[in-house]
């Protein structure tokens, strides 16, 4: 069984920070990418960034040069490091790892989901 555990979400005042953390844990090998999606109310989950296995990184347009996407490769664990927060950043934030299951097959595992709340 692949449990992936999320933390850091809360509520940060416009122009706050939040730092959020996502560990996979269980029979999952040969992670490629993991990424971060969120999801707005009454909208569809979009992709806010990506770090592949050897660390190239992809973001979202709205998020660039506000996020920072990152990895410990050791603990399986990605994080969002997110800046100057703007209320449309609002949602519930879910990790997504891609990897290896223990009958050989890759497929993606989601996290449950950390809601992030913006106030302006």
């Known amino acids: 069984q692949v449990q992936l555990v999320e933390s850091g979400g809360g509520l940060v005042q416009s122009g706050g920070s939040l730092r959020l953390a996502c560990a996979a844990s269980g029979k999952i090998f040969s992670i490629t990418n993991m990424a971060w999606y969120r999801q707005a109310p009454g909208k569809q989950r979009e992709l806010v960034a990506v770090?592949?296995?050897?660390?190239?990184?992809h973001y979202a347009d709205s998020v660039k040069g506000r996020f920072t996407i990152s990895r410990d490769y050791a603990k399986n664990t990605v994080y969002l490091q997110m800046t100057s927060l703007k209320p449309e950043d609002i949602g519930v934030y879910y990790c997504?790892?891609?990897?290896?299951?223990?009958?050989?097959?890759?497929?993606?595992?989601w996290g449950q989901g950390t809601q992030v709340t913006v106030s302006s």
């Open positions: 770090i592949g296995s050897a660390s190239a990184t």
């Open positions: 997504n790892v891609h990897g290896r299951n223990e009958e050989g097959y890759m497929r993606d595992y």
